[in-house]
């Protein structure tokens, strides 16, 4: 199973940038969903009733986004080589100065076999420089958005072997 | 500040709370925490208990996660070095990770999975035989065998000789983490001077 974050600056570029993944993945028989339809009603009731859930609260998101991987690989709601789509985890990691808090989702996320990649998706390169060393165990793609994506993210998941 | 009072069960866990909380009434707001009590998560819990989920060591282990994490955010992590108010936490993050290893789980992954939780300011064992524990426990429960079912087996039946296992596994796990972490560790009761030492080190650290 295979969780693809993707970042950009703008949800425009997201749009397309999950649009050349999914017909990707699904041009290789591999089913595609995003990650908010995975979530279970009750988690998704405590996500919006509870204050503790503000979106900046990684910890909490990331076990209760593991939960509903793990349930809904238990219930065979989707197959193991399922990729999954979430957006802007590490852009609001970033921001709230809360880069371990990728680390951390990769960890929890061990139980359910998945593997992760993040796209970075920026008009300028700089953000490669600030991707700090803790992270190189994690497969971030830097995608250059002045230049063509399709040949970028294509590459990039080549490398990334998932496939 | 943060007390956590970690042990298996029945080894007086509740005693020594219901001690320092009439030792500090009136000195400072005492606020109790107990392990798997966060209300807001038990429709997701009992849902998964109907679909007999929890016998899966990650599902279990992973909804320990999720309570101990909204716990930690909304009552623990405030506390941490605050010398205005007494935490007491029955079971912290050492109990989350016995009962994961206990199951099976890796204690790498486990220990990662709680990795977000500060140390306390204060940690104590309460260390009790197995017979002890169960003698306490007996009365009290008219099933508290199936604390350990499944935990060896994926039998749904649930036996004395079971829960006797993942007691001493949890026990032996409980002194291990203790000796590394320094913790105060108490045995089968809670001595005098022991008792005097934790006031002294909670009062030092409140300031008193």
Known sequence: MILIDINSEHSFITSSCIKILYDFFENKNMPCYCIKDLLDPVIVDLVDNNKYIARDNFVLCSILKTICIFEAQRNNEIKSNSVLFMNDFFNYSFEFKEQNSINYLCNLCKCTSVKYLSFIIRDQLALKQIIPNSYLNIHFYIIDARKEIYSQIVKALKESEVY | ?208
């Not at chain 2, 208990?49 to 929890?54: E, F």
């Not at chain 2, 320990?64 to 623990?76: E, M, N, V």
């Not at chain 2, 499944?150 to 829960?163: A, D, H, I, N, P």
Request: some cysteine.
């Open chain 2, 1 to 208: 500040m943060l007390i956590a009072i970690e042990g298996i069960h029945g080894a007086g866990k509740s005693e020594l709370i219901k001690k320092i909380q009439k030792y500090y009434n009136g000195k400072i707001p005492v606020i109790i925490t107990n392990w798997n009590s966060y209300e807001t998560i038990h429709p997701l819990l009992y849902k998964y208990r109907i679909k007999d989920h929890m016998n899966d060591k990650y599902t279990y282990f992973l909804m320990q996660l999720a309570d101990f994490a909204f716990r930690y955010y909304s009552i623990i992590e405030s506390a941490i070095g605050d010398s205005q108010v007494l935490v007491v936490a029955d079971r912290y993050v050492r109990t989350g990770w016995v009962r994961g290893i206990v199951r099976g789980i890796n204690e790498e992954y486990v220990k990662s999975a709680y990795s977000f939780a500060k140390e306390p300011d204060v940690e104590i064992l309460l260390d009790v035989d197995i017979n002890i524990s169960i003698c306490r426990r007996r009365p009290t429960s008219d099933n508290i065998w199936k604390i350990g079912m499944g935990v060896f087996s994926s039998k749904t039946q649930f036996s004395e000789l079971e829960y006797r296992k993942y007691l001493t596994i949890s026990r032996n796990l409980y002194l291990k983490y203790a000796i590394e972490n320094h913790s105060l560790i108490a045995k089968d009761h809670l001595p005098l001077d022991l008792w005097k030492a934790l006031c002294q080190e909670i009062n030092h650290k409140l300031l008193f």
